[in-house]
């Protein structure tokens, strides 16, 4: 399965951007997916996650209320609209498949198989 992520770039604190990620496969639409951020120096982390249906959907502490990840049902595209930009946002964003279908959305890194590519998102200040 292969992952394209696209939408990021360069905003000024209290922008906005919109990720989008693409899978390559429609076998992959009943598995949750998920974004994950990397800042420059730091591990990996976890942003946001959607079950397959997008009935359910989990957030990082840091980014609640202020990004939101949708998808529709079945559907093997998924989005992260940011609000609200902070300079801490700064990183490079994945997005993420989780290999088990119709199973619950997870904010584990190490549970999930198929990665994209990333995209840069920098905020200045």
């Known amino acids: 399965v292969q992952l394209q992520a696209s939408g990021g770039g360069s905003v000024q604190a209290g922008g906005s951007l919109r990720l989008s990620c693409a899978a390559s496969?429609?076998?992959?639409?009943?598995?949750?997916m998920a974004w994950f951020r990397q800042a420059p120096g730091k591990e990996r982390e976890f942003v946001a996650t959607i079950s397959w249906d997008g009935g359910n959907t989990y957030y990082a502490d840091s980014v609640k209320s202020r990004f939101t990840i949708s998808r529709a049902k079945a559907d093997t595209m998924v989005y992260l609209q940011m609000n609200s930009l902070k300079p801490e946002d700064t990183a490079v964003y994945y997005c993420a498949v989780h290999p088990r279908r119709w199973g619950l959305p997870s904010s584990r890194s190490d549970e999930y198989d198929y990665w994209g590519q990333g995209t840069l998102v920098t905020v200045s200040s």
């Open positions: 496969r429609r076998t992959v639409s009943n598995n949750a």
